[in-house]
């Protein structure tokens, strides 16, 4: 299909290597040769996977329902001419760019991506990105305890509970002690008065999973009193267009979730991690850095730099494992903000604002139905629902409206909560739609009662 | 470079300058110039204990890393901030300007594990076959 | 020379994409809003012409030949991106219940199943998202199996000096303490240096068959029993599974986990970097520690996320998959079949052979037998008699649109170069490769100066990486600067 061998090539070939025949050369030893049958479907034409892919697509209800599901993936608008120039070819089959003389298209668009989340987090450095905003924050969190000797973790539980549960996942396997912070009535974080001083880091997702704005200065000030690091996480990168940098903030570490910045949501990914910090840290940074220098004739020039800290040099002493990253998704988010600026993406940022607040005034006009929480938000807020949450989004999704993330899902005992998103792609008729069955399955309680 | 006979070597490839109680440390030239251009130098902290052929420190280059092995035991006391400015002293001057630290030692400390200049070179002239 | 990004755009240049909502202050007090936002506004056309312009200064596999050991950079079908892109992926939520996600998670369950009938394992998970990512998740699970079993005590990760570095890397993140291995003279892992390092403390031992010489270690199951034998766990980094897809499977060696590359192997673009994705399988005993959730088949033949792995680690990323990527393996390997699958390995293998039989009188092959799918020769004689090196050749290869080979590992080898065709190029390419290294040797003998000074014909030449990893170290050069005001960039 895609190698180009004739029966007389092949032959040919054998001849200059002085082999008999292909199974001379490829055929496992002794034992190992596979006996039984695979479990593989036989091969077909490519018509036929096309229309078989396609056929598995069209099962997907969910990508074509009316959506209220936020929760660290976000729809957005995705303009086209970003995702046109990034998956050219010549970016999309390219190799890792460590030739830097073949690679500076590449190694530019990354340098680019690293200065945009330098602007947008507000820190001195960025990396050339991770895997996603879960893993962003574990290497966040092995940053902070490499700076401060400790492993010793807070984190808030306000923190998305995918990203908790990843970090306690490698925090088994390293060694690291995590001590949860617990939420607050009002959706925020109930920050204690002192911090024991043996924690490296406080860990603070803003806005936090129930999309509220944390008070995250007065979170570094306990971090910094207490000997600690402050952490930013944001799973919705579109805030940091509008919110107060992490930096200005008072954090050290800001990691979290790009998607936003023009990649689709997809069933989980990829999508791209960020990493950023202040100079002080730079040589903890996990992964891959580009740096500007010039070349022998004096031209400017990027390469990828600071390698001592990576696994194909440290080897065991490694500051991370990681060697593929999301070099394409962070080059499609680099695309989306030089296609979109700044004014557009204050323009969609407000158009969040405002599109969240439609439906929470449209919700909170149904009764039994309000928000759960008074503070200040971005695009995402829980409504306290009449019914349980779980068996009205079930209801709803028979009605072709995917509710939101009814909260019992990660937090067991928040039975009538329901965390619910909209963003510039929820339209008046969206919101009508979903208030409408609401309030039906709303009086469909009242009824029963 | 021809080795300086005022002192003595590691295998690891470190040069040590005993003066009283206070031994000088660096790499040697073999060392540099295996590494490459030097982008980064760590060093211990004035005051912190350094055990005898336990890793101090780290050399890095564009290429390669490698770690700075205490040749005797005790306490640092002077680091060359020099070095930590500008990495490329090292390479420019390896048994000069690009001393690395300064060990306040105790006086028969242990040195049979140290190398004059003659064996060091064997040990030099090896590893190039 | 292209500009920045940052170095173009004047402010209220481009579109607002959105219908106007008014300023972020009339929702949000003004406390909690951010100052100027430093980004530029670009036209359209600016961004056009500045990624397009970018684009002309990339190698990539639809130009140009990657020879690169260990990378497998074969062709990546186009199909494949169409199906990628329908939007009944694209458009699904990861948190979409599993009733309106059916044709996503019954893509998954297959996919799971076909891996691990191709590679004799109990089950994948397709989480992982690259192939460290993977290696990490593999080193998480044998810890928790040995912390259960009463064994914690084994912290030994074995690891031939030939290794990938991420092996170690991962071995370290969970505190093991990685010992080497050495290879015998003919290139294979040394068996009996192998078992004089075994003991009880023996957790894990990490190997690719082949291995990063190219060589089918021949002794792989006494080694799997050897391992075994003590206690230990074998891991396989599937790196090299270009070499025996459809032809052999780790399972049958012995190996209880591994990883795969679906962006080496199965044809999923490498994308400048990535993204990647990494499926770890695992045997029948290490299976009920994968991370959660798996895709299962339920009773009334629908598929759902299951978080019942009964002792999962927990999960290594908030989201399921890498699913856009793993959509594009799926098509590749439905393409195909498995016969398929091992008749690329075939040709594969015989494309690297051909390559080595055809440079030996230019550079030397140390392992000069029969090679899988990848091999090593050396540029050490070159350098001895001309001064040139390894590193020159790779130079000198760019300047005739041919990407470097992998250089400089396995360490074993001095100035080593690690060649991997792939089965997707043709007899043609492979002979102008050969061809182009001969052009080289020679110019190295006549002129070694101008060979060290290519590439000559690159957008750049020879960049100073001292100058940038001084200034790195400093936390400066890694990002744009303003330099004053301009436009909307200050």
């Known amino acids: 299909m895609y190698t180009p061998h004739t029966p007389d090539d092949i032959q040919a070939m054998l001849d200059v290597i002085g082999a008999p025949s292909l199974a001379t050369l490829s055929d496992p030893p002794r034992g190992l040769k596979i006996k039984q049958r695979l479990d593989v479907a036989p091969s077909r034409s490519e018509s036929e996977v096309y229309a078989d892919i396609a056929r598995m697509a069209d099962l997907n209800d969910g990508a074509r329902m009316v959506s209220f599901l936020g929760a660290g993936a976000y729809r957005h608008y995705r303009p086209p001419a970003a995702a046109w120039f990034a998956t050219r070819s010549e970016f999309l089959t390219a190799y890792t760019p460590y030739q830097a003389e073949a690679s500076q298209g590449s190694l530019q668009a990354i340098f680019e991506w690293q200065t945009y989340m330098c602007l947008l987090t507000g820190m001195d450095v960025s990396n050339a990105s991770v895997y996603d905003g879960s893993t962003a924050m574990v290497e966040g969190v092995i940053m902070a305890a490499h700076a401060e000797g400790s492993k010793r973790i807070a984190i808030s539980q306000a923190v998305h509970p995918l990203y908790r549960r990843t970090l306690q996942t490698y925090a088994d396997g390293m060694g690291f002690e995590i001590v949860e912070l617990p939420c607050g009535a009002g959706g925020r974080t109930a920050l204690p008065e002192k911090l024991d001083g043996s924690f490296a880091a406080l860990v603070m997702q803003s806005p936090n999973f129930f999309g509220c704005i944390e008070e995250v200065d007065r979170a570094a000030r306990l971090a910094h009193d207490n000997g600690?690091?402050?952490?930013?996480v944001a799973t919705e990168a579109l805030s940091l267009a509008v919110l107060k940098t992490p930096r200005e903030l008072g954090a050290d570490i800001a990691v979290g979730e790009a998607q936003s910045f023009g990649l689709p949501v997809g069933y989980g990914g990829p999508y791209v991690g960020y990493v950023s910090t202040t100079r002080d840290h730079v040589r903890r940074l996990p992964g891959r850095l580009v740096g500007q220098t010039t070349d022998s004739g004096g031209r400017r020039a990027f390469v990828l730099t600071l390698q001592g800290r990576e696994q194909h040099i440290r080897r065991e002493l490694a500051t991370s494992n990681i060697c593929t990253n999301q070099a394409l998704c962070a080059l499609i988010a680099t695309a989306y903000l030089a296609t979109v600026g700044a004014k557009?993406?204050?323009?969609?940022?407000?158009?969040?604002?405002?599109?969240?607040?439609a439906l929470a005034s449209a919700i909170e006009k149904l009764p039994g139905y309000e928000r759960a929480h008074d503070a200040p938000f971005f695009n995402e807020f829980v409504i306290r629902t009449p019914v349980a949450a779980a068996e009205l989004a079930q209801r709803l999704q028979r009605a072709g409206v995917l509710a939101g993330v009814p909260l019992s899902r990660f937090y067991p005992a928040m039975t009538h909560a329901l965390l619910v998103c909209a963003t510039e792609v929820t339209s008046d008729a969206d919101i009508d739609r979903f208030t409408r069955a609401l309030a039906e399955e709303g009086e469909r309680a009242v009824a029963a009662v | 470079m021809s080795l300086p006979t005022d002192r003595l070597y590691t295998k690891e490839h470190e040069w040590v300058k005993i003066d009283g109680a206070t031994a000088v440390v660096g790499i040697t030239d073999h060392a540099q110039s295996s590494l490459g251009d030097i982008v980064y130098v760590e060093l211990p902290k004035p005051g912190a204990s350094v055990i005898r052929s336990k890793a101090m420190g780290v050399v890095e280059s564009v290429k390669a890393v490698s770690d700075i092995f205490a040749p005797v035991?005790?306490?640092?006391?002077?680091?060359?901030?020099?070095?930590?400015?500008?990495?490329a002293t090292v390479n420019r001057d390896p048994f000069g300007d690009g001393w690395l630290v300064k060990i306040a030692t105790a006086s028969g400390e242990a040195r049979e594990a140290l190398l004059d200049a003659d064996a060091y070179q064997r040990v030099v002239d090896e590893e190039r076959h | 020379m292209p500009s920045l990004l940052f170095e173009r755009g004047a402010a209220g240049r481009g579109s607002a994409f959105v219908a106007d909502a008014g300023a972020p202050e009339r929702y949000l007090d003004?406390?909690?809003?951010?100052?100027?936002?430093?980004?530029?506004?670009?036209?359209?056309?600016?961004?056009?012409?500045?990624?397009?312009?970018?684009?002309h200064r990339n190698f990539n596999v639809d130009l140009n030949f990657y020879p690169l050991g260990s990378c497998t950079m074969k062709y990546n079908p186009k199909v494949n991106e169409a199906v990628a892109n329908f939007p009944g992926f694209t458009e699904l939520h990861p948190l979409a219940p599993d009733g309106a996600a059916q044709g996503a998670l019954e893509l998954l369950w297959r996919m799971q199943r076909e891996l691990s009938s191709l590679f004799g394992m109990e089950t994948f998970s397709l989480m992982p998202a690259a192939g460290a990512h993977g290696e990490l998740t593999a080193m998480l699970m044998a810890r928790k199996y040995f912390k259960e079993r009463g064994e914690a005590d084994r912290i030994t990760c074995i690891v031939p000096d030939t290794a990938h570095g991420t092996n170690p890397a991962s071995a370290a993140m969970v505190g093991y303490q990685v010992v080497s291995v050495p290879s015998t003279p003919r290139g294979h892992t040394d068996l009996r240096a192998l078992r004089d390092r075994l003991d009880s403390s023996i957790a894990v031992c990490m190997m690719t068959n082949p291995n990063t010489l190219g060589l089918f270690e021949d002794e792989i199951v006494e080694m799997t029993q050897a391992v075994h034998d003590a206690g230990g766990l074998m891991y396989y980094d599937g790196a090299n599974a270009n070499a025996i897809v459809g032809l052999c499977r780790p399972g049958d060696m012995g190996f209880d986990l591994m990883h795969l590359n679906l962006h080496k192997t199965f044809s999923v673009p490498h994308g400048g970097g990535g993204p990647g994705s990494g499926p770890v399988g695992a045997s029948r005993r290490l299976a009920p520690y994968l991370p959660t959730p798996l895709v299962e088949r339920t009773a009334d033949g629908s598929f759902a996320l299951a978080e019942s792995v009964p002792r999962s680690i927990g999960a290594v990323r908030a989201f399921w998959t890498h699913f856009l990527a793993v959509v594009r393996a799926y098509a590749y390997i439905a393409a195909h079949g498995a016969e398929g699958l091992a008749q690329n390995s075939r040709l594969a293998v015989l494309n690297a052979n051909y390559v080595r039989v055809k440079i030996k009188d230019l550079l030397s092959v140390p392992y000069d037998d029969f090679c899988r799918h990848e091999f090593v020769c050396s540029a050490e004689r070159l350098k001895k008699e001309t001064g040139v090196r390894a590193l020159d050749l790779a130079k000198g290869l760019l300047d005739a649109g041919i990407h470097a080979p992998t250089m400089y590992w396995p360490h074993v080898v001095p100035e080593c170069l690690m060649i991997e065709p792939t089965e997707t190029e043709s007899r043609d390419t492979l002979d102008e490769f050969v061809e182009t290294i001969r052009l080289l040797v020679d110019r190295a003998h006549a002129d070694p100066e101008a060979v060290k000074a290519l590439p000559q014909k690159t957008p750049v030449h020879r960049v100073d990486e001292a100058l940038v990893g001084r200034l790195a170290n400093k936390g400066i050069g890694l990002r744009w600067e303003p330099q004053g005001p301009r436009g909307s960039s200050t």
């Open chain 1, 228 to 232: 600690a690091l402050l952490i930013h």
């Open chain 3, 30 to 55: 003004a406390a909690h809003v951010r100052g100027e936002l430093p980004i530029p506004d670009l036209t359209e056309l600016e961004v056009a012409r500045h990624f397009t312009e970018l684009s």
């Open chain 1, 344 to 357: 557009g993406l204050r323009a969609i940022a407000a158009a969040n604002l405002q599109r969240a607040r």
């Open chain 2, 73 to 87: 035991s005790g306490t640092i006391a002077e680091i060359n901030g020099g070095v930590q400015d500008d990495p």
